[in-house]
């Protein structure tokens, strides 16, 4: 801590012309003591911050008295000169630090300040940090395979993709993105893989979707997620479902579905599940199915998602376009292939996803399921490694909003 210099304010005494004045206020007014107590931001592992730098600015003078938060979070300033001062605190966390604090090892840099103070006897104050931004949303879980019915047919009207806050923030889910690739999942070796394999600069969507709301209608606390579905219904026990489905995506579960407005009302509109907005349905019937060999998934945020270029593939004699959206503006893609031998089909640059992640086979109602890295003032934090290879894990049964 600094001591305030005669200097300083020998020059301060002049500078206000009343120089005795000046001399017998500071002289005969006592100093007093003011204790300041720093906070992490919440959902930290830890309440207090130590090593934190705290300065108090004197707003008449200027003048500044710092100091550096001790175990408890405290730093006293014990020969305070009464008066107005503004608090200022910062505190750099280093990625090590920030892995026991947060789950995510990343720089962050924590700040708070208070309004004015008026200290005219021994006091105290608490200040929480803020800032650092730590985590982002990512796809917990992905039933993409399908399911067999009683009586051995096939069904995929249950499929879902869950998104989850892997943050210590609130994040909004409204104007979120979410489509699917085109190109071969390698279920045959046949096929050619997607030709715009080359281009690792861009990911490229034959559908996109997009949730709706004005910007803060659908929060997403840290440690939370939405479902968005094919249908948002109970497929166990829906007249339209399938008794055999593994997956009840009624309301309270669902959040999202997509809802392809045709004639023939051939996609159900479930009641009390938000419709997603079409943003370019590329390859669209009844719904939006996507390939229960695996379709690759991406959700991402654009300013003008329907601005977005649309591109023949290379190589292919097919008049399909697809939506080319810069790797940049993409929070999070999984590669679902075929099979374990289906590297070489990959559709998602290596920056998005480095490896894949499969099933057993189609129709196996299996899903694929982010692990859980660590667990955090109960909140969990999902391993996001950018590899799915690494990330996910193969569930028999899928755990909508839920990880038994
Ligand atoms: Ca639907
Ligand atoms: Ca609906």
Known sequence: MKIVSIKKITVLCVLIFTMQACKNEYYSVGKVGYTVRVAYPELYSQQYATGASVVMKNTVTNYSYTGTTNGEGEVVFSDLVPGSYQLSVSREVKPE??????GFEEQLFLNASSAVQKVTSDGSLELRLQGGKVGSLVFKEIYYV????????????????????????????DSLLIGNTGGAAGNSSSAKPYGFQTDAGNVYLQNVWMVPGNGKTYPIAPGKS??????????????????????????????????????????LDAAGVDNLLPVYLGSVGFDWLTAV?????????????????????????????????????????????????????KRLPVAVD?????????????????????????RRVLLDTNNSTADFEVLTTPTPKNWQ
């Open 97 to 102: 630090e920030a892995l026991t604090l947060t």
């Open 226 to 267: 939405i479902i968005i579905s094919q249908d948002g219904i109970n497929h166990q026990t829906d007249p339209l479902g399938n008794p055999s489905s593994p997956v009840n995506l009624g309301p309270g579960i669902s959040d999202f579905e997509s809802y392809v407005e045709r004639s023939d009302n051939r996609d």
């Open 293 to 345: 060999f695996g379709a690759s998934m991406v959700i991402f945020k654009h300013p003008d998602p329907s601005g977005l270029p649309l591109k023949l593939e290379p190589g292919s004699t097919s008049v399909s376009r697809y939506v080319q959206v810069p790797r940049s503006s993409v929070i999070d893609g999984v590669e679902l292939l075929a099979n374990g031998n289906a590297f070489s089909f």
């Open 146 to 173: 399908g399911s067999r019915t009683p009586a051995g047919g096939t069904y995929f009207s249950d499929q879902f993709y869950e998104i989850y806050n892997n943050s210590t923030d609130t994040i909004y889910a």
């Open 354 to 378: 480095a490896g894949f992640t499969f099933c057993s086979g189609t129709y196996t109602g299996q899903s694929v399921r982010r692990k859980v890295k660590t667990i955090v003032g109960g």
